[in-house]
């Protein structure tokens, strides 16, 4: 494994571990979503299974995590102001476009009223793209405190603090706070291994920090269980759920960080090609990650409207089948869809010289 650290020109190219890592974990987005609404038909006990748990200790951290890597360059090299201005480009745009097609596509096919358009409808949907909005809320934090100048890191620490002890009352946008909360960490974990480069450890210290994490790993799946997702019990701090987000950033955190080692080694030992389909979606999982996201609102709706069970469960391979097909026509619809520039720029939030 590489040890000596990346120079200058090779940080300007793609980074393909990263694009296949995206590319593996927005494949567990897909496959998990199909093991919730399809292998369980919308039951809750999909929160007990141990792939879907397997999948969301990790997942979502480690894409956050990623995007914090991502971020540095951007925050350290590129003015705030025009930095800010094309995250909401990127990030803000989509996920109100979306609201409107969503909401648009409500009135004409499901019941022509207005309460589609009231506020109570349109907030809500405007947060279900949670990923989106927790992602621009870390990286304008962290560019803005950049642009102080002076104590960065005490300065970044406290405001990160800060989020995560504030209370969450109840709101429309309170699935965005609470995931904020949640998420705040991973980002500013891959942040930091950007910004120290430690990254490129020695291969002994690097096989310690795998055992030490599998270990965790191994210790904290266990332990896991209902209370412990975000989902069900949420980010507040208060007495009985300490334990719970205790739990939760221990177990993803150690996760997150064996993944990272065990992909790595397998995309350090695989011939490329192996990878590419990996690393094509990777490049693309703001196209999947979106139009999933309301595929399998269309397929929630019809588990809704079905609420018996069905006769025969769709088998497990078969569900994780299903999640890959979704995955890639997803990408490949939002290929399309990206073709032309006022759709690429609206629905995905990329200029015309970005898409393709």
């Given at each position: 494994?590489?040890?000596?650290?990346?120079?200058?020109?090779?940080?300007?190219?793609?980074?393909?571990?990263?694009?296949?890592?995206?590319?593996?974990?927005?494949?567990?987005?897909?496959?998990?979503?199909?093991?919730?609404?399809?292998?369980?038909?919308?039951?809750?006990?999909?929160?007990?299974?141990?792939?879907?748990?397997?999948?969301?200790?990790?997942?979502?951290?480690?894409?956050?995590?990623?995007?914090?890597?991502?971020?540095?360059?951007?925050?350290?090299?590129?003015?705030?102001?025009?930095?800010?201005?094309?995250?909401?480009?990127?990030?803000?745009?989509?996920?109100?476009?979306?609201?409107?097609?969503?909401?648009?596509?409500?009135?004409?096919?499901?019941?022509?009223?207005?309460?589609?358009?009231?506020?109570?409808?349109?907030?809500?949907?405007?947060?279900?793209?949670?990923?989106?909005?927790?992602?621009?809320?870390?990286?304008?934090?962290?560019?803005?405190?950049?642009?102080?100048?002076?104590?960065?890191?005490?300065?970044?620490?406290?405001?990160?603090?800060?989020?995560?002890?504030?209370?969450?009352?109840?709101?429309?946008?309170?699935?965005?706070?609470?995931?904020?909360?949640?998420?705040?960490?991973?980002?500013?974990?891959?942040?930091?291994?950007?910004?120290?480069?430690?990254?490129?450890?020695?291969?002994?210290?690097?096989?310690?920090?795998?055992?030490?994490?599998?270990?965790a790993t191994v210790i904290l799946f266990p332990l896991w269980n209902y209370n412990t997702y975000v989902y069900t019990t949420g980010m507040n701090l208060v007495p009985g759920n300490y334990e719970n987000i205790i739990l939760r950033y221990g177990a993803g955190f150690a996760?997150?960080?064996?993944?990272?080692?065990?992909?790595?080694?397998?995309?350090?030992?695989?011939?490329?090609?192996?990878?590419?389909?990996?690393?094509?979606?990777?490049?693309?999982?703001?196209?999947?990650?979106?139009?999933?996201?309301?595929?399998?609102?269309?397929?929630?709706?019809?588990?809704?409207?079905?609420?018996?069970?069905?006769?025969?469960?769709?088998?497990?391979?078969?569900?994780?089948?299903?999640?890959?097909?979704?995955?890639?026509?997803?990408?490949?619809?939002?290929?399309?869809?990206?073709?032309?520039?006022?759709?690429?720029?609206?629905?995905?939030?990329?200029?015309?010289?970005?898409?393709?």
């Amino acid at each position: 494994m590489r040890s000596e650290p990346i120079t200058p020109a090779e940080s300007t190219k793609r980074n393909d571990f990263l694009d296949g890592t995206k590319g593996v974990l927005i494949l567990l987005v897909t496959i998990g979503h199909a093991i919730q609404f399809i292998h369980f038909w919308g039951k809750s006990t999909f929160f007990d299974d141990p792939w879907f748990k397997a999948i969301y200790i990790f997942h979502m951290p480690l894409f956050m995590a990623v995007g914090g890597y991502l971020s540095y360059a951007g925050i350290q090299k590129r003015a705030t102001g025009v930095y800010i201005r094309g995250k909401i480009e990127s990030y803000a745009l989509p996920a109100f476009s979306w609201t409107g097609v969503y909401v648009v596509c409500l009135y004409l096919f499901v019941e022509a009223t207005r309460s589609w358009f009231s506020p109570r409808i349109v907030i809500p949907e405007t947060c279900r793209l949670w990923f989106l909005w927790v992602l621009l809320i870390a990286v304008v934090l962290t560019a803005l405190v950049k642009r102080i100048g002076r104590s960065f890191w005490p300065i970044l620490s406290l405001v990160f603090a800060g989020v995560i002890l504030i209370p969450i009352p109840p709101s429309p946008i309170q699935d965005v706070i609470v995931q904020t909360k949640y998420m705040l960490p991973y980002f500013l974990a891959g942040y930091i291994v950007a910004a120290s480069g430690s990254y490129f450890l020695s291969r002994d210290k690097l096989v310690v920090i795998g055992v030490v994490a599998a270990l965790a790993t191994v210790i904290l799946f266990p332990l896991w269980n209902y209370n412990t997702y975000v989902y069900t019990t949420g980010m507040n701090l208060v007495p009985g759920n300490y334990e719970n987000i205790i739990l939760r950033y221990g177990a993803g955190f150690a996760t997150s960080t064996f993944v990272v080692l065990v992909l790595c080694t397998l995309f350090h030992n695989c011939p490329g090609r192996w990878s590419l389909p990996l690393r094509v979606i990777g490049r693309d999982s703001l196209y999947i990650y979106i139009l999933q996201t309301y595929l399998y609102i269309i397929i929630d709706r019809y588990m809704t409207n079905h609420r018996s069970e069905p006769e025969h469960r769709i088998g497990f391979l078969t569900t994780i089948l299903i999640g890959i097909a979704v995955a890639w026509i997803c990408w490949f619809i939002g290929r399309m869809l990206a073709r032309h520039p006022i759709t690429a720029l609206m629905l995905f939030g990329k200029s015309g010289k970005r898409v393709g």
